[in-house]
């Protein structure tokens, strides 16, 4: 069965994507964003493939890997890289895509095979995949109670590495039970902007376009929703400011930091500008924050997200906080280090994480957090607060950071986040610091902790 021309395309895309993303240090989000924009006559519903194709291979990939070793008497390290994420994505649409008839997915994975390797490898794909249609839904995972990690890695597609620490620190149950929220495909998270809107406000004029509308009761401006039916700048109310995308836990953040109308703080890591434009949010757009980034592409992005919001308050500028600082010591009120950090709190919606990072990567990103934390801790006034913040619940990005940098700085001590404790959905550890786990609180992975200088 020879595929629609559009949806060849698709495929094409989707494994250029998948080899870019083996090739280098590159994240998910920006090899997506210019694969798409090389391939302007997609339709929506080719895009939606392309996303479908590597969002899911991506989530299901040590499992599909298992299936592949199955029926491969080539070993999988053996196989060219391009072929081997063309054998994925057939795999894929084999057995985890239900609308993609199996002649369209095998036929599909061969013809690009022919163009990318010699006609044996072709041939190879097509008797591997021909296997696995008739006998890939009969495998035999491995036994959970026999062998827990194996079954984790395998059921669930994380790397040995992460299961294995993470199964030492919360037992095997409960890893299974973060590993598989981590594969669930998040809900579209939003934040109203009080600054020019109300949540009923939103809420009315969007819920005809979006599935499954949820307010939540903690934070206080946050809604979820399925994928709407269309691009989430189409929505009503998006153009005019009045709210932005942001996970709950996300939000939790500017929340811990408590910045308050007519204060100065700092967004040391800001980024594309979610936690400025909540702080702003916050200040009731009264006081200044200066939004620091070490990339001045996104600060340029940041200053049109801040018009968008009809945010006035704050000012931008390119700083690296790894080295020594053009700003005055002690000029800060408040101050936010969400610091670059792995990500593995946030892999059901980055879930190239898992294949892209190593035991290493933690490691460095302690390294770096460590030293930005103290850096942006010489700006907080006496008496004025930082707050540390990553997307990651990771003991050395976490914990370790806080412990070091306490250490090593005696005129700050750490005071419980202003947030409110839920049973047990509780969000604060006995220290007062912020923690949320996807399969605990459904919300992304998340770790802040707040401390104050001494007058």
């Given at each position: 069965?020879?595929p629609?021309a559009?949806k060849?395309?698709?495929?094409?895309?989707?494994?250029?994507?998948?080899?870019?993303?083996?090739?280098?240090d590159?994240?998910?989000d920006?090899?997506?964003?210019?694969?798409l924009?090389?391939?302007?006559?997609l339709?929506?519903?080719?895009r939606?493939?392309?996303?479908?194709?590597?969002?899911?291979?991506?989530?299901?990939r040590g499992r599909?890997?298992?299936?592949?070793s199955?029926f491969?008497?080539?070993k999988?390290?053996?196989?060219?890289?391009?072929?081997?994420?063309?054998l994925r994505?057939?795999?894929?649409q084999l057995?985890?895509?239900?609308?993609v008839?199996?002649?369209?997915?095998?036929?599909?994975?061969?013809?690009?095979?022919?163009k990318?390797?010699?006609v044996?490898?072709?041939k190879?794909?097509n008797?591997?995949?021909?296997?696995v249609e008739?006998?890939?839904?009969?495998?035999?995972?491995?036994?959970?109670a026999?062998?827990?990690?194996k079954?984790?890695?395998?059921a669930?597609?994380y790397?040995?590495?992460m299961v294995k620490?993470?199964?030492?620190?919360?037992g095997?149950?409960?890893?299974l039970?973060l590993?598989?929220?981590?594969n669930?495909?998040a809900p579209?998270?939003?934040?109203?902007?009080?600054?020019?809107?109300?949540?009923?406000?939103?809420a009315?004029a969007?819920r005809?376009?979006?599935?499954?509308l949820?307010?939540?009761d903690w934070?206080p401006?946050?809604?979820?929703?399925a994928?709407?039916?269309?691009p989430?700048?189409?929505l009503?109310?998006?153009?005019?400011?009045?709210?932005?995308?942001?996970?709950?836990?996300?939000q939790?953040?500017?929340?811990c930091?408590?910045?308050?109308?007519?204060?100065?703080?700092?967004d040391?890591c800001?980024?594309l500008?979610s936690?400025t434009?909540?702080?702003?949010?916050?200040m009731d757009?009264k006081g200044?924050?200066?939004a620091?980034d070490l990339e001045?592409?996104?600060?340029?992005r940041l200053?049109?997200?801040m018009?968008?919001?009809?945010?006035?308050?704050?000012?931008?500028?390119a700083?690296?906080?790894?080295?020594e600082?053009?700003l005055?010591?002690?000029s800060?009120?408040?101050?936010?280090v969400?610091?670059?950090?792995?990500?593995?709190?946030?892999?059901r919606?980055n879930?190239?994480?898992k294949w892209?990072?190593?035991?290493?990567?933690?490691?460095k990103?302690a390294?770096?957090q460590?030293?930005?934390?103290?850096?942006?801790?010489e700006?907080?006034?006496?008496?004025?607060?930082?707050?540390?913040s990553?997307?990651?619940m990771?003991?050395?990005e976490?914990?370790?950071?806080?412990?070091?940098?306490?250490?090593?700085?005696e005129?700050?001590?750490l005071?419980?986040?202003?947030?409110?404790?839920e049973g047990d959905?509780t969000m604060?550890?006995?220290?007062?610091?912020?923690?949320?786990?996807?399969h605990r609180q459904?919300?992304?992975?998340?770790?802040?902790?707040?401390?104050r200088?001494?007058?």
């Open positions: 069965m020879k629609p559009g060849d395309k698709s495929r094409i895309t989707a494994a250029r994507i998948l080899d870019r993303l083996e090739s280098g590159q994240v998910l920006a090899v997506l964003d210019r694969a924009e090389e391939e302007p006559g339709t929506r519903k080719d939606a493939l392309v996303m479908a194709l590597v969002y899911g291979v991506l989530r299901n599909i890997d298992w299936i592949i199955s491969s008497k080539t999988l390290n053996k196989i060219q890289p391009e072929i081997l994420n063309i994505m057939g795999v894929f057995l985890f895509l239900d609308r008839p199996p002649a369209l997915a095998v036929d599909s994975s061969v013809e690009m095979a022919k990318a390797a010699p044996f490898v072709s190879f794909v008797g591997l995949l021909r296997n008739r006998k890939g839904r009969g495998l035999q995972l491995p036994d959970f026999k062998d827990p990690l079954a984790v890695c395998v669930e597609s790397p040995e590495w620490r993470w199964i030492k620190r919360f095997a149950e409960e890893t039970e590993c598989k929220a981590g669930k495909i579209l998270t939003i934040r109203v902007n009080s600054l020019v809107a109300n949540r009923d406000e939103v009315e969007i005809d376009q979006v599935k499954s949820e307010m939540h934070p401006m946050a809604m979820s929703f994928a709407p039916q269309v989430i700048f189409e009503p109310g998006f153009t005019a400011g009045k709210f932005s995308v942001q996970d709950a836990a996300s939790m953040t500017a929340l930091l408590g910045p308050q109308p007519g204060e100065v703080v700092l040391a800001a980024g500008g936690k434009s909540h702080m702003a949010q916050l757009n200044e924050i200066l620091a001045p592409g996104k600060l340029k200053e049109e997200e018009a968008r919001l009809k945010v006035s308050i704050v000012k931008t500028r700083l690296d906080f790894s080295r600082l053009p005055e010591p002690q800060f009120d408040k101050v936010l969400d610091a670059p950090c792995t990500g593995l709190g946030v892999i919606r879930p190239d994480s892209s990072k190593t035991l290493n990567s933690i490691h990103h390294k770096l460590r030293m930005i934390l103290s850096r942006a801790s700006l907080v006034r006496p008496g004025g607060l930082i707050l540390y990553v997307c990651s990771e003991p050395e976490t914990d370790g950071v806080i412990k070091a940098f306490l250490k090593n700085n005129d700050f001590t005071e419980p986040s202003p947030l409110p404790k959905q604060l550890d006995e220290q007062g610091c912020m923690r949320t786990f996807p459904g919300m992304d992975g998340f770790f802040a902790a707040r401390m200088r001494r007058a």
